[in-house]
């Protein structure tokens, strides 16, 4: 998956005429990171991939290898044990936004 994902990472950011250093900016991550990913050095943590799939608007299946996405054949998702699904990245994108509003309501609580 290593290379496989690097190659389709470089793709991305070559269609979508992006710098690596302008999607760790989009990611809030560092550049180096984000290098290792692209390069085949590094595979990104699943927060990661949530996350790149999220700031360019892609189907979490683009990386996946069992994904005919990335060879434009089919827009399916693959939902094994293996892989992330699109329900896996809507419940874990909620997830956050629950942690993230219940420390606004904390830190309002404080303020009064």
């Known amino acids: 998956m ?9 793709t991305l950011l070559t269609e979508r005429k992006l ?6 900016r989009m990611l809030k991550a560092k550049e180096p990171l984000v290098s290792r990913w692209v390069t085949g050095k590094a595979i990104p ?4 991939i949530l996350s790149i ?7 979490l299946d683009y990386f996946d290898d069992k994904s005919n996405y990335y060879n434009n054949i ?6 094994d044990n293996n892989t992330i699904t699109n329900n896996d990245v809507r419940l874990e994108l909620l997830e956050e936004k629950v942690k993230r509003l219940e420390l606004e309501i904390e ?6």
């Open 2 to 10: 290593q290379k496989s994902f690097s190659l389709k990472l470089l």
């Open 19 to 24: 710098s690596q250093k302008e999607l760790a």
């Open 45 to 48: 943590t699943k927060k990661s």
């Open 53 to 59: 799939c999220n700031v360019l608007n892609i189907p």
């Open 74 to 79: 089919n827009n399916s998702n693959i939902g």
């Open 107 to 112: 830190l309002l609580k404080r303020k009064k």
